[in-house]
């Protein structure tokens, strides 16, 4: 409300000269009548709109024609009293009752004798479930358009988290089941717990804060929200948009147990994981160490077989290889080849040996026509070579002189003459 709407009317009792014009023209020497505020404030709160709002109903009071009904947000510490007339109270489908979520059309009323404002009831309907699955199913749909939903921003939970962030309710069932449950299947398992209330008004604001404590907390591997099992009323804080949005922001993988198998709420469908139950959560988020020691037996059994298979196959392929004959008996290649060189050997004497006698009876056959050829055989035939004193060989007898010395060779040796008659050249000797 404006200081300048808060004007003084023309018929106040007061001179209009001594009654300020609006509220911030007003002092302690020039004051307004109390009246007129009233009055101005009146006439301000009856230009509000009516406003349809949700609540839930925690006092109901009725007398005679008049009910007065306390209602509380459904997610705020946040109430307001309303007046409701018993001619709109017998318009209701259903008795009103404490804990009955309500929508109703407010109008704001200023009582000017008293200085009251009350909340007049126009109109007030019970929220039935039929209501709140219709809005539940809008908002999903609205989340999923927005891919929150979708399975590609999943997180994968880790093989075995160090730590597990559990957030329930204090002292609870389900905060009982996931923790002996998962002991019983990795007993070395550790949680990191955050009690909270899992309905009511409170809910939302301490489920989303134990959310963030535990996203921020470096030991935490992955968050698990349980809860049992309810009516729709007491499941439908995990269906509020804020906490769904909480969850999809979240850094750590998370896990919905809330309820039973046929419970739905957002939560499920916006979380890395959805379990049907509190103890499937824990079966879910932990392995079972029997199990996994099984697992190492048939593994190593596994791995045993393969080496002794490896083993067996590689011993056969040696076991073949040394029966090779080159491995069995490795100088047998020496004896090879030493009879290779051995029989070359012979060969190359045969040869050779045969080479020399075919050379030696040429030799023989060249040496005996040489010999045939030689001065030597024709003195053998009868033939006898002449030779001065000087042992140059007579051709002519003009190279002879009567009485002169020769010497004559012949086969058998050699002998001197003398010749005695005139050579005629050109006769036979």
């Not at 004896?335 to 060189?341: I, Q």
């Not at 190359?348 to 009876?361: G, I, K, L, N, Y």
Request: hydrophobic share 40%.
């Amino acid at each position: 409300m404006t200081s300048e709407g808060l004007r003084a009317p023309a018929d106040e009792a007061r001179p209009a000269s001594t009654v300020p014009a609006t509220a911030a023209e007003t002092s302690p020497d020039s004051p307004w009548p109390l009246h007129l505020l009233s009055e101005k404030l009146k006439a301000h709160i009856e230009r509000a709109p009516a406003a349809w709002v949700e609540g839930q109903v925690i006092e109901l009071t009725r007398r005679s024609s008049m009910c007065y009904i306390t209602l509380r947000d459904v997610d705020s510490e946040v109430s307001l009293s309303l007046s409701v007339y018993g001619t709109v109270m017998d318009r209701v489908s259903s008795p009103l009752e404490r804990g009955s979520r309500v929508v109703a059309r407010l109008k704001p009323d200023f009582w000017i004798k008293t200085g009251r404002l009350s909340m007049q009831t126009i109109d007030i309907r019970p929220v039935g479930i039929g209501d709140l699955l219709a809005r539940i199913e809008r908002l999903r749909q609205a989340l999923a358009a927005e891919g929150l939903f979708s399975a590609a921003r999943k997180k994968p939970l880790p093989l075995l988290p160090h730590r597990i962030g559990l957030i329930t309710g204090r002292n609870s069932d389900a905060m009982k089941d996931v923790m002996r449950n998962a002991a019983l299947r990795w007993p070395a398992v550790e949680f990191e717990v955050r009690e909270v209330a899992v309905q009511g008004v409170s809910s939302v604001a301490q489920v989303s804060a134990a959310l963030a404590e535990l996203d921020a907390h470096p030991l935490v591997d992955v968050i698990i929200i349980a809860r049992g099992g309810g009516a729709l009323e007491d499941l439908l804080p995990f269906s509020d948009e804020s906490l769904v949005r909480a969850v999809a922001r979240a850094a750590t993988p998370v896990v919905s147990a809330i309820g039973h198998e046929a419970d739905r709420p957002l939560l499920d469908e916006v979380a890395d994981l959805r379990a049907s139950t509190p103890t499937d959560a824990a079966k879910r988020v932990v392995p079972d160490v029997s199990e996994e020691l099984g697992r190492i037996a048939q593994a190593r059994a596994t791995l045993e077989r393969s080496i002794r298979v490896l083993v067996h196959r590689e011993s056969e392929s040696l076991a073949n290889l040394r029966s090779r004959p080159s491995l069995a008996r490795p100088e047998g290649m020496i004896d090879v080849r030493e009879a290779d060189v051995e029989r070359l050997r012979s060969r190359a004497r045969r040869s050779t040996s045969a080479a020399v006698d075919r050379e030696a009876d040429a030799v023989l056959h060249l040496r005996e026509r040489v010999r045939s050829l030689s001065p030597q055989k024709t003195l053998d035939r009868g033939y006898a070579v002449v030779q001065t004193p000087d042992g140059h060989v007579v051709r002519d007898p003009s190279e002879v002189e009567a009485g002169g010395a020769l010497r004559v060779r012949v086969a058998g040796g050699q002998f001197g003459v003398v010749a005695e008659d005139e050579p005629v050249p050109g006769a036979a000797s």
